[in-house]
């Protein structure tokens, strides 16, 4: 298990998952799932946020009181990325940030 937890989340991040978690009564098996998508040619990887059950290959955190998975060769590309939360009248959802 990988001790150090390669992302940072802003409160208001922290603040929306846990209103998702009971307004959509996530179970108790399912867990904050961060992690890739994508990598082949030059658009590069995508971000992904969800909720899922622990899967093998799956490091295991808690964060701030949030369990959250990440697969092991998705934790190299989640170093020094900030997951923050926008609600404006342009866009709602979760953002990716590099830091």
Do not use: Q, W
Not at 40 to 65: E, H, Q, T
Not at 74 to 85: A, C, Q, R, S, Y
């Amino acid at each position: 298990m990988v001790k150090e937890f390669p992302v940072k989340i802003s409160e208001r991040a922290l603040t929306e998952i846990a209103i998702i978690i009971k307004e959509k009564n996530i179970p108790k098996d399912y867990f904050l799932r961060i992690g890739i998508k994508g990598g082949a040619g030059c658009s590069g990887v995508s971000f992904v946020i969800g909720f899922d059950k622990m899967k093998s290959g799956d490091n295991l955190f808690n964060y701030k009181g949030i369990n959250i998975l990440i697969e092991k060769p998705h934790t190299m590309f989640l170093i020094g990325v900030e997951i923050d939360f926008e609600d404006s009248a342009e866009e709602r959802g979760f953002v990716f940030n590099k830091i």
